[in-house]
């Protein structure tokens, strides 16, 4: 793991000279930071109620969740305990949700995958806080958000394989932002 984390801080040093070599604030901005997926943070959820439950049991800051007929978000834990209130029925169909922490440091992602619910907890932090933390590179991205004058925020996760390089393998769910 000392190896491997090495390896990322070479990689961030070599991306900021590069950066500052090309004179460019448009290259994303990269860190290494830590992410773990234990198998406590990625299961598959076969009832309704199940995923109510961990929805619940999550307690979210702020994020989305999509029946058939709408998308629902929410920015504060009081609107989503009101939506989860509203929802929580047998005959509301969740198909996908994605939300995250008052800290940002963790967000869930459900996905209806046609016979169950695939959900993964995602724990990202500046450094390892368990021996299940893994050193990634991340980076922020923003999607300007339908109809609204807001933005999602999401961090995509980039790991190192000594095969194919650095490849992203997540875009996690942080939040809503305002358009600048």
Known sequence: MHSEAKLYDQSITDYKALQKDLGSDELP?????????????????????DVWSTLEDFNPKQGWLQTPSQVHQFENEEIFKQLLIKQNKP???????????????????????????????????KEPITEHFQPCLTEEATFLQRNQNKILRYQRLWQYTPQQGYQLFAARFMGFGECK
């Open 29 to 49: 901005n990269l860190c290494k930071e830590y992410f773990t997926l234990t198998p406590e943070h990625q299961r598959n959820l076969s009832t309704l109620a």
């Open 91 to 125: 005959e509301t169909y969740l198909l996908t949700a994605e939300c995250c922490k008052q800290d940002k440091t963790q967000s869930l992602h459900l996905q209806w995958t046609g016979n169950n619910w695939h959900c993964v907890i995602w724990h990202v932090a």
